[in-house]
């Protein structure tokens, strides 16, 4: 499966289960024609859970003036309010404490309880894996597991097909 039609295809039926960003309850809560749930990754030993995110920055080059708009409108952009609607509109997860004590932010969770599973990893979560050529490696892994999830290879010959395949990528950077 294609991580881009991953929830689309959930949605039309074509697959009983979805791993994917948290970004994509808001999508799936509307356009689901039937209810779902939602769990926390599973782990061995134990659960664990990736954190991925995006950044917001500053030229350094701005004028001090185009700095301090910048500031004050990232001042903005991070503000509890502002993040518990970010967080209520799309799904992912709000990234301040603060946001989540809002009321319309309580309300919602009261509503929607699935939005609160992915919160609760934060405790668990891990540093997402980063290195050269990340997408081709992740498009080779996530192959790889189709392959033995859909019969088409054993997990062992998966796993060693995509082991070889991301040292040939990675020899460039060797």
Same mark, same amino acid.
């Given at each position: 499966m294609e991580w881009g039609t991953t929830p689309s295809d959930f949605m039309e039926g074509r697959l009983a289960m979805v791993w994917h960003t948290t970004g994509n309850l808001g999508n799936i809560r509307t356009n689901a024609g039937f209810d779902f749930g939602v769990a926390p990754y599973p782990g061995n030993p134990d659960p664990a859970s990736v954190l991925g995110g995006g950044n917001l920055y500053i030229i350094e080059g701005a004028s001090d003036? $185009? #700095?301090?708009?910048?500031?004050?409108?990232? #001042?903005?952009?991070?503000?509890?309010? *502002?993040?518990?609607?970010?967080?209520i $509109?799309?799904?992912?997860?709000?990234?301040?404490d603060g946001s989540w004590e809002t009321q319309v932010m309580k309300d919602y969770v009261a509503e929607v309880p699935q939005a609160e599973v992915a919160r609760r990893q934060i405790a668990v979560s891990v540093p997402e894996i980063s290195t050269?050529?990340?997408?081709? *490696?992740?498009?080779?892994?996530?192959?790889? *597991? $189709?392959?033995?999830l859909t019969g088409q290879a054993t997990p062992e010959a998966a796993l060693q097909g995509a082991q070889a395949e991301a040292e040939c990528i990675l020899s460039a950077y060797r």
């Open positions: 003036e $185009q #700095k301090a708009a910048a500031f004050e409108f990232v #001042k903005f952009l991070t503000s509890d309010e *502002i993040l518990a609607d970010w967080g $509109q799309t799904g992912y997860v709000a990234p301040r050269f050529e990340g997408q081709r *490696i992740n498009e080779v892994l996530n192959a790889a *597991i $189709q392959s033995a």
